[in-house]
């Protein structure tokens, strides 16, 4: 897929009109559009995209949509739906009101290459600046980081659960990749059986001497397939699949394998004595390899990740102060996003924050931090 820089193109007459009559007192979208347009432009996503291809529909134009879905708290197909029928959503985008839109899988792409490309803080830094050149915020003065959870889009496991669907992961991963060595190494019809449906509580056994056999059969299963995976006659690509080497570190943080009185290689479920790895480097799912439980007070524990908000916190010195004097009061605006994991204390945040806050300018002369919050996000 290809780019060419065009931006926001210029709004159709016939929109303007239309939209003019239906909002006379304005809405977000076209506030966002007659104020900051030229956040939203094409050039800063070049590095993203080729040179040859079909030609993309405009980041810049994606990255205003994805704006007003967040403000507005729609999904992908809601978001799509409202570039078609919104007026004043059509007037923000410059289309005309006969414009059909886009597929909302265009919205998951388009955040995925950001991604990839390290991207996601392109239109954040923009209107960073932009607030800058308008006076809205500046070096010195104080600002406040704030940091809240955020939870991880993948099912809570516990580490019986996780074993198994690690194991799973896997093999679904080679059965893609690589069938023919998978058919070769495995018995294909004995794991299909154990791991073709999801692993989860409901068929985990109730009681506490078979869910210790289970925990050893799938033990057993991620020790084969990876000794399998690390053979030497193994095309070294098989252990570079990212679903095999995290059940490498799966087994390794879950299982401990010893040789017993006998001789006998015996694989045994590690606890608290055998040591389990602290909360900072423990896996807690196969599909997010970035995840972490953590806990905050009494009543709040995750999985996933912690954010930190820093915003300015300008404030009259009275909060009675006459206001025929003439004293603006500067609005509170976000001066950094920094995301951690979830076991990240707050206090380590304070550094990266705040040389971020110096690379762009708006540096604070004091800061405050406060505890995470309890709402979940």
Known sequence: MSMRPVGLPEIPEQTVVVARAAFPKGSLPIRVRDRLAEVFVDEPFTEAFG??????????????????????????????????????????????????????????RFRARLADNGLERVVFDRLLEHCKEAGLVAAGGKQRTDSTHVISAVRDLNRLELAG?????????????????????????????????????????????????????????ALALCRAAWADDTPAWIREIEAVGLLRQVLVQTYI???????????????????????RLRLTSPYDSAARWAAKGDDLFWMGYKIHLTETCTTLPDADADADAGTEVMPNLITDVHTTDATVPDVKATAPIQRKLAEHGVKPASTTSTPATRRPT
Not at 178 to 185: C, K, N, Q, V
Not at 257 to 278: E, F
């Open 257 to 279: 394998v010893r040789i017993d009185a006998r001789g006998r290689q015996v694989i045994k479920k590690r606890d608290a004595d055998d040591g389990v790895p602290p909360g």
């Open 165 to 221: 669907e690690s194991v799973r992961a896997a093999l679904e991963a080679l059965a893609v990749a690589a069938p023919a060595w998978l058919a070769g190494h495995i018995n294909v019809t004995e794991f299909a059986e154990r791991y073709g449906p999801r692993v989860d509580g409901w068929r985990i056994p109730p009681s506490q001497a078979k869910r210790d056999r289970l925990a050893r059969v799938f033990g057993q299963d």
């Open 51 to 108: 040179v040859r291809g079909a030609p993309g529909l405009s980041p810049g134009a994606l990255s205003l949509v994805t704006v007003l879905q967040f403000a507005e708290g729609l999904t992908d197909r809601q978001a799509a739906a409202m570039a078609v029928r919104a007026i004043d959503w059509k007037y923000a985008l410059g289309a005309e009101l006969t414009d059909t839109g886009f597929d909302a899988s265009v919205l998951c």
